[in-house]
């Protein structure tokens, strides 16, 4: 069978479902094409959702039983060595306003009910029989002509449309077929992240973390969570369940010899963690990849004849230490390429010239002005320093300051010398600390 549409979109993750809801509301005619059964059955994020872009797409979203889990009105960032936490923490009654600029979300449930949104939107669209959200099915070949992307093959079926959007995530075989990415991804570029559900009563899990209605209580760890491998760990609160894993470095993983499942149950041994999910039982493990968010590991572009590339699928991603931003800069990427389509449709021209719109939208909007600020973040979070001498030291310093054990006290001036001494060179910490102040 052959159709022809305004646009094609592969993947039905966070970047692929904010341009159809996009393309629904612009009335163009399009197809999208999910391979896992349905949207959210093959996502996994930690995962929060940053920003306040859901908010663009269905607006008023937190008025329904949506898809998310809680609002994150709580932010900690604790730095751990093998006995102790020393945390930063942050909450605040502002966080509570609508639109929140932060939700946690079970990509599973929070994918489908969004895919949900959308059809609602091709319904109420011009062409309700026009377009359509199809799942199951792999979308084996992007169909090229003279150059010029034209559609896409399914098994046996071709479809042909003026554009295609390629969402398909990290694992971006499509843009490497289209010629936008190199065959091989330095693995420098890519991380790995495990991540457990942990089932809890909610009452238990509202009383032990402090929360009332939907709120919700955020968690980055740095330190011992890793076993001195690169990367950190992430807790975050759902409505009657936990997510907790670990982004960890893949090169360090194999140099270390170890193994991320290893890596994962040892954090949750951590007695800070183990007491956190007492009573937990875990009903869901997952394993992904995931950008560094290392700017050089974006293809070499993200538009070409008749083709857009958005979300993970141009490792678009930052972490910069405060949080993992993937899935709002997918939302925020996916709908720039649709507006981008829907111009190119009203001018009728997808020639790569006309989609360059799509790169300029980029480039000014937050995502890759924040992809290029904090470059020096995301290199300087892969120092070793950053998860071995750093936590060691400060949970060093925190040991001393909050013990009092019938000893004269030293001054918190001294102490914190005694734990440089003990830990790192003075001089090494002050130019980290430089680095760190300039990079952030
Ligand atoms: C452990 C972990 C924790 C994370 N935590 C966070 C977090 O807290 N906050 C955050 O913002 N980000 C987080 N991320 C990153 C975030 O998950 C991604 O950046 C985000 O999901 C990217 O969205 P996407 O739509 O580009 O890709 P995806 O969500 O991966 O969606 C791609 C879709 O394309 C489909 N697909 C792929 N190939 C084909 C094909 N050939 N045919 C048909 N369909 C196809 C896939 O099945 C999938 O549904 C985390 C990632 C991991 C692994």
Not at 16 to 42: D, H, P, V, Y
Request: glycine share 10%; with cysteine; charged share 25%.
């Amino acid at each position: 069978m052959e159709d022809k549409f305004d646009c094609i979109i592969v993947g039905g993750g966070i970047a692929g479902l904010s341009a159809a809801m996009t393309l629904a509301r612009g009335n163009a005619r399009f197809l999208l094409i999910e391979r896992g059964e349905f949207c959210g059955a093959k996502n996994v994020s930690g995962g929060v959702l940053w920003g306040s872009d859901l908010a663009r797409l269905v607006p008023e979203y937190w008025k329904e039983d949506a898809g998310f889990e809680r609002f994150v009105s709580h932010r900690r960032l604790t730095f751990m060595d093998e006995q102790s936490a020393f945390s930063v923490d942050f909450k605040s009654n502002h966080f509570a306003e609508t639109p929140y600029t932060g939700v946690t979300v079970l990509r599973a449930v929070f994918d489908a009910w969004f895919a949900g949104k959308v059809q609602e939107a091709i319904d109420q669209s011009e062409h309700p029989d026009e377009s359509f959200i199809a799942t199951d099915i792999l979308v084996e070949e992007v169909v090229m002509e003279d150059g010029r992307v034209v559609g896409i093959r399914a098994g046996e079926e071709t479809f042909l449309a003026d554009c295609v959007i390629i969402a398909e995530g990290v694992n971006n075989l499509l843009t490497r077929q289209v010629g936008l990415e190199k065959p091989y991804v330095a693995s420098d570029h890519v991380a790995v992240g495990v991540k457990e559900v942990l089932k809890l009563d909610q009452n238990v899990l509202e009383d032990r973390f402090q929360l009332s209605g939907r709120s919700g209580l955020t968690n980055e760890f740095v330190g011992a969570c890793s076993e001195g491998v690169e990367g950190g760990g992430f807790l975050y609160t759902n409505q009657d369940s936990i997510s907790l894993g670990l982004v960890l470095g893949m090169n360090d993983l194999r140099d270390k010899q170890k193994t991320p499942y290893d890596v994962l149950n040892t954090f949750k041994e951590h007695p800070v963690v183990a007491d956190m999910i007492r009573g937990s039982e875990t009903v869901e493990y997952s394993a992904h990849v995931v950008s560094t968010g290392d700017i050089k590991g974006m293809p070499a572009e993200i538009f070409g004849d008749g083709v857009m590339i958005a979300g993970e699928a141009a490792h678009l991603l930052l972490n910069a230490g405060k949080a993992i931003q993937g899935m709002d800069y997918a939302m925020r990427s996916g709908i720039l390429a649709a507006e981008t389509a829907l111009e190119a449709s009203k001018a009728d021209d997808h020639s790569s010239s006309m989609l360059s719109n799509y790169r300029k939208a980029l480039e000014s909007s937050y995502v890759l002005q924040d992809m290029r600020s904090f470059q020096d973040a995301v290199h300087l979070l892969h120092r070793e320093e950053m998860f071995s001498t750093i936590p060691n030291l400060v949970c060093d310093f925190g040991r001393q300051f909050f013990t009092i054990d019938s000893e004269p006290t030293m001054k918190a001036s001294a102490m914190m010398r005694a734990s440089i001494k003990r830990h790192a060179s003075y001089w090494d910490l002050v130019k980290l600390g430089l680095k760190g102040a300039k990079a952030l």
